[in-house]
């Protein structure tokens, strides 16, 4: 049996030493995000599981609208506004750091004044959220060489960022379910591309706003569910320009392909040797 060394070697043949270690990095967060994702909101989902049923009734009541298609169609109408002035201000490239820590701050006072009033604070914070994740992907973007603000291309992958799953996804799918969806959206139109985002999006920000209609309760879960769940997308945003940077410099694709594949099998390993580990 191969040892995971040469496994490694095998995998991330054509690549060079600091790429591999930048693809062991991204896949280390890319499993990281989807475990600490899970975990939150399924915590937060058991505190709320009995009133969720009869949040989504009260806000079809209430407004009008079903939830998760209007969250949709926010997102749709954000990311249409925002693809290109969520950018104003910043500069096409940067070599200073990105304001992770700010952007963090700001969703979760979004998320927590929208939660102290219930369900009409959504009507501010499903935006507001949107809007202050795709800043902070393009922030993050332009902190890596070859990105530019200015350019159609990152501006896609920007977008694209948002279409990279949520809670739903199993850590275990985590590396298929990132290049799957690259591969749906590799060719799709700008406008497709924003309406399937939005769809998948929408999806993600239904479970999160669920848990804050109820006032004041939902100030908690409002404001730490935005926190995690903009720590989720910068995250992703890390391990996708990543990825397309090192893609920049290597002419086989498919090895940086097989390379984070392996990375990402290699980052789940001591999760699932230490309960056999702590049987012993």
Not at 17 to 44: C, F, N, S, W
Not at 50 to 73: M, R
Not at 142 to 158: H, N, W, Y
Not at 213 to 238: C, E, K, S, T, W
Request: net charge neutral; charged share 20%.
């Amino acid at each position: 049996m191969q040892s995971l060394g040469n496994m490694g070697s095998n995998a991330c043949a054509g690549i060079d030493k600091d790429d591999r270690e930048r693809l062991g990095q991204a896949a280390k967060a890319l499993v990281d995000a989807r475990g600490l994702i899970m975990m939150i909101t399924d915590t937060v989902g058991h505190v709320m599981s009995g009133g969720v049923g009869s949040a989504a009734g009260f806000i079809q009541k209430k407004f009008g609208f079903d939830l998760t298609t209007k969250a949709g169609e926010i997102v749709e109408a954000v990311l249409w506004r925002t693809q290109s002035m969520s950018m104003i201000g910043m500069d096409a490239e940067s070599d200073s750091q990105p304001r992770i820590w700010f952007h963090k701050l700001v969703a979760a006072a979004s998320g927590a004044s929208a939660g102290f009033f219930g369900a009409p604070g959504l009507i501010w914070d499903l935006p507001i959220t949107t809007a202050t994740i795709m800043r902070s992907v393009a922030d993050i973007a332009r902190s890596f060489p070859g990105e530019q603000l200015s350019s159609d291309d990152t501006k896609r992958a920007c977008i694209e960022v948002f279409a990279f799953g949520g809670p739903e996804t199993e850590d275990d799918d985590a590396d298929a379910g990132y290049w799957t969806t690259r591969a749906a959206v590799s060719h799709v139109t700008i406008e497709m591309l924003i309406k399937v985002v939005a769809s998948r999006f929408g999806v993600v920000l239904t479970e999160k706003v669920l848990a804050q209609v109820v006032p004041v309760l939902g100030m908690v879960a409002g404001g730490g569910l935005n926190y995690v769940f903009i720590d989720y997308y910068q995250q992703m945003a890390r391990v996708h320009f990543t990825v397309r940077d090192v893609e920049r410099r290597t002419t086989d694709l498919s090895a940086v392909k097989a390379c984070l594949s392996y990375h990402v099998r290699e980052a789940r390993q001591p999760r699932k040797l230490r309960p056999k580990a702590d049987a012993g």
